[in-house]
């Protein structure tokens, strides 16, 4: 399984997903045009990954702002994990907001809440 | 130049509190930079962060449905993709910010929007809130069936804020307004 990293934009996450330590990271800000063709790449290496069944998964999600679209893409991506969690994958997820950022703190609990998969909050 | 008034235009909006207009084609390239303009230069402190983000956030929804749904479509649009034409005015009140859009669309996608429009007036914040959740969920994996995940997430944003208007044009065309209050948080507003 080959490292998947995206350089970030302005309007596109910075994205490091590398299976040789179980640490998959997005960052920044997402509100591409197309947001499904973007996270395209991220569906397909997420399948394959998760398919290997890794000892140990940290998922650490440093969001500033999403488009609808893009939160869409999201909740999709924490939906994968939750099916990986609930058949027995171990995976951890991290959640870090700004300080007195409360809007993405709400989308992140929201987001927990409406996938059933367990997110620790983490102001940054 | 003819019929051009700058100083009647200028004067209505200083009336209506107006501070960024844009009317012309707007693309992903263009939406992008004004954007972080709105967003980095248009506010005055203290600036309030859920403020500037509520108002990004419309300001994004609103010109993306501009480049994807405007029935005047614009062909090669700057660093291409999809580009159409319309206008997106932010104005500031003593209480508010309001960001509004307009352009023309086809009656088939305006009777599916208002449609929405018409179920989420008179909502409370808690119901709008819930509705885009459950919209989300349920939402295509493309995310994008006329506009609809942006316009509950604009209703929610604006806490119920959300209104619009319409001009016939003819059988085929209308053209729609969309208003999006951002209220100010309340020591802020009486400042």
Known sequence: ?124 | MDGMNLFDQYTSMGREGVIFVFRGSMSQALLVKLGGMIREDLFIAPKKLSEIRGVFSVFVELAQNITRYSAEKISEPEGGGAGGSGIVVVSESEDRYTVASGNKIDNSRLALMVERLKAMSGLPTDGLRKLYREQLKQAPPDGSVGAGLGLYDMAKTSGGGLTYRVHPIDEETSFIELFVDIKKETEHGQA
Not at chain 1, 64 to 83: G, H, M, P, Q, R
Not at chain 1, 91 to 109: P, R
Request: glycine share 8%; charged share 25%.
């Open chain 1, 1 to 124: 399984m080959d490292r998947l990293k995206i350089d970030g934009t302005k309007y596109t996450l910075e994205i490091d997903l590398d299976p040789a330590v179980g640490r998959l990271q997005f960052r920044g800000e997402s509100y591409p045009e197309n947001a499904r063709a973007f996270f395209a790449p991220v569906f397909t290496w997420l399948d394959g990954y998760l398919a290997t069944g890794p000892a140990k998964v940290d998922l650490e999600l440093s969001l500033d702002y999403l488009n609808t679209s893009s939160t869409k893409c999201l909740l999709d991506i924490l939906e994968v994990f939750e099916k990986f969690r609930s058949s027995g994958g171990p995976v951890n997820v991290t959640w870090f907001y700004a300080k007195d950022d409360s809007d993405t703190l709400l989308m992140g609990q929201d987001l927990s809440e409406d996938t059933g998969l367990p997110i620790q909050f983490v102001e940054r």
